[in-house]
């Protein structure tokens, strides 16, 4: 018999050392899960801290060039780098937690007063440990993280751009006055100001392309 076909009766034929084993597993587990999200949390801030940090400074100093809000925009997109790599990891914890949480505590307080999902939970369970591939690629994680958190940032950092090579080195009042004052160096203005936004509207529509492939709409 199939034991995923009756996972209530078969977690009462459990002996009493799987239950301590199955208590310190999940507390474990949570405790991993649990810490990857403060990690993530501070990828986020790094973000929030430095972009707050270079306007702050580009606005308040008249002299300050518009490339460091350039270079700003470059921090953040590596900051997002990182940050998608430690969803990735993130999502398989919260994966095996949402697991335990869904197909076994429940059955473990309610008995056979009700019956549960007959899926086959304990192979996903194994396989997560047994797969050497996180089931999450990057190019999901970049995107989700997008949409979570940095949708704002990179909006924000490209209208902040904008305003200030509306005004440095001297008020734009032409089109040509506002792509000489968008060059750096010996790029001009017209290429740096359309790769900036370029990138910004294909992060805009990347953050929406493969969050919806993810199996959990719970995932922060």
Do not use: C
């Amino acid at each position: 018999m199939d034991i995923s076909e009756h996972p209530t009766e078969h977690l009462e034929n459990f002996p009493e050392a799987y239950y301590g084993f199955i208590y310190h597993y999940y507390r474990a587990e949570v405790y991993r899960e649990t810490n990857w999200r403060n990690r993530l949390d501070t990828t986020t801030n790094w973000s929030i801290v430095v972009t707050a940090a270079m306007l702050s400074f580009v606005f308040s100093n008249p002299s300050a060039p518009h490339s460091i809000i350039l270079v700003n925009y470059v921090f953040v997109w590596f900051f997002l780098y990182i940050e998608s790599r430690r969803y990735r990891y993130y999502s398989l914890l919260r994966e095996r937690t949402r697991i335990i949480e869904k197909q076994i505590l429940p059955q473990i307080f309610l008995g056979k007063a009700k019956k549960l999902n007959e899926s086959r939970w304990r192979e996903r369970l194994v396989k997560s440990f047994t797969d050497m591939k996180v089931p999450m690629g990057r190019l999901e994680s970049v995107a989700w993280r997008l949409r979570r958190n940095y949708l704002i940032i990179f909006p924000l950092i490209f209208i902040s751009w904008l305003a200030k090579i509306q005004s440095f080195p001297v008020p734009a009042q032409t089109p040509d006055r506002f792509f000489i004052n968008a060059r750096i160096w010996l790029v001009p203005g017209e290429i740096v100001f359309y790769f900036f936004m370029i990138s910004v509207i294909m992060a805009i529509i990347l953050s929406f392309y493969l969050p919806i492939k993810s199996k959990h709409s719970d995932l922060p």
